[in-house]
């Protein structure tokens, strides 16, 4: 396999989810203070990041520079932000992201978003944890239902 570079890049601070969206008795459409963001976000990428379109699985690490000491929900942020690097075309699409981290940084003026993006690591597999317990009446049965993997109706049945 190729080595594949890392990127980094800047970005405005992004307006949440809740703000990205407006409703109307038409629908609901993306708000003009998301238009806006879109707008200037992709002229940022495409400014440090000239004619780069990425193909592959994906690592995404945020770090959120919010404007001020207001209570935030970093992942509210992401679905600005994401679409924003799609519109770019830096990525195809944002289903090519495998793993995303979002970091709270230090408050900056006017608020900031760094990005760094590099190749997805490996596929995690899936090991359930042991639940339940062997020696009663719910053998093989866990907490809420769940099986072990001692269950042959375990989807992850390992014998």
Same mark, same amino acid.
């Given at each position: 396999?190729?080595?594949?570079?890392?990127?980094?890049?800047?970005?405005?601070?992004?307006?949440?989810?809740?703000?990205?969206?407006?409703?109307?008795?038409?629908?609901?459409?993306?708000?003009?203070?998301?238009?806006?963001?879109?707008?200037?976000?992709?002229?940022? /990428?495409?400014?440090?990041?000239?004619?780069?379109?990425?193909?592959?699985?994906?690592?995404?690490?945020?770090?959120? =520079?919010?404007?001020?000491?207001?209570?935030?929900?970093?992942?509210?942020?992401?679905?600005?932000?994401?679409?924003?690097?799609?519109?770019?075309?830096?990525i195809d699409?944002?289903?090519? /992201?495998?793993?995303?981290?979002?970091?709270?940084?230090?408050?900056?003026?006017?608020g900031l978003?760094?990005?760094? !993006?590099?190749?997805?690591?490996?596929? /995690?597999?899936?090991?359930?944890?042991?639940?339940?317990?062997?020696?009663?009446?719910?053998?093989?049965?866990? !907490?809420?239902?769940?099986?072990?993997?001692?269950?042959?109706?375990?989807? =992850? =049945?390992?014998?």
């Open positions: 396999m190729n080595e594949i570079d890392d990127y980094e890049f800047y970005m405005p601070f992004p307006p949440t989810v809740n703000s990205y969206y407006v409703k109307t008795r038409n629908g609901v459409f993306i708000s003009k203070a998301g238009r806006l963001f879109r707008e200037k976000a992709i002229q940022e /990428i495409n400014e440090q990041m000239p004619a780069v379109n990425l193909d592959f699985r994906l690592l995404v690490s945020i770090v959120l =520079y919010p404007p001020d000491k207001r209570k935030r929900d970093v992942d509210n942020y992401m679905k600005a932000l994401l679409d924003a690097i799609t519109h770019s075309r830096f699409d944002d289903s090519q /992201i495998d793993q995303l981290f979002i970091y709270r940084g230090e408050i900056v003026n006017g978003v760094k990005v760094e !993006i590099s190749e997805a690591g490996p596929v /995690i597999p899936c090991y359930l944890p042991l639940w339940g317990d062997a020696g009663t009446k719910n053998r093989g049965k866990g !907490i809420g239902g769940f099986y072990s993997l001692s269950t042959p109706r375990c989807p =992850y =049945y390992y014998p």
